[in-house]
């Protein structure tokens, strides 16, 4: 109680507040800025709202150039990979009557010659495994042998499937054996 009484009583101050409100002329009353409050509300509502629309068109803007990317682009893959596959026809076409295993599979290096350099231009290229050191960013390890020398031992020993970096993204991990 004593702590009140000591506390300086004084009827000039006020709150900030209540002192603001009472500063209002008669040009500033709420009764005359309703209208135009009201006015401005209803123009946010409304940027708001086309805001909104505009968003959700954008989305499915976007979404449609999406779909529509990933059709041209396997479009694309299929024009160059037609080539291969006539190459494929006519090979078959050719080796039918032949005994000659040879011409066979020279036939099919061909073809695979020109599968990889199709491939290597839209931006494919083969990892190279064997003899590196282990990285499971890269490699799935599926076996572990012997190392056949110390400096084998913790490396990757054989690629029982290649792996393949599309740009310099992993496309496929490399299926490896490690020497322990």
């Not at 231009?121 to 590196?132: E, I, R």
């Amino acid at each position: 109680m004593a702590d009140e009484q000591n506390l300086p009583q004084d009827d000039n101050m006020t709150d900030p507040a209540t002192a603001a409100a009472g500063e209002m002329t008669d040009e500033t009353t709420p009764e005359t800025d309703a209208p135009a409050a009201g006015s401005e509300l209803a123009d946010l509502k409304d940027k708001y709202l086309r805001q909104a629309a505009e968003f959700e068109n954008y989305k499915r803007r976007t979404s449609k150039e999406r779909i529509d990317l990933f059709k041209s682009a396997n479009q694309e893959l299929m024009a160059v990979l037609l080539p291969v596959l006539d190459d494929f026809d006519r090979a078959r076409h050719h080796t039918q009557d032949t005994q000659d295993a040879g011409t066979v599979r020279e036939a099919v290096d061909i073809i695979q010659n020109k599968l990889i350099k199709t491939l290597e231009q839209k931006g494919l290229t083969p990892m190279n495994a064997v003899g590196t050191a282990f990285d499971p960013e890269l490699h799935e390890a599926i076996a572990q042998v012997p190392a056949p020398s110390e400096d084998l031992k913790g490396k990757v020993v054989d690629e029982v499937e290649k792996g393949y970096y599309l740009g310099d993204k992993v496309l496929r991990h490399a299926k490896v054996v490690l020497g322990q």
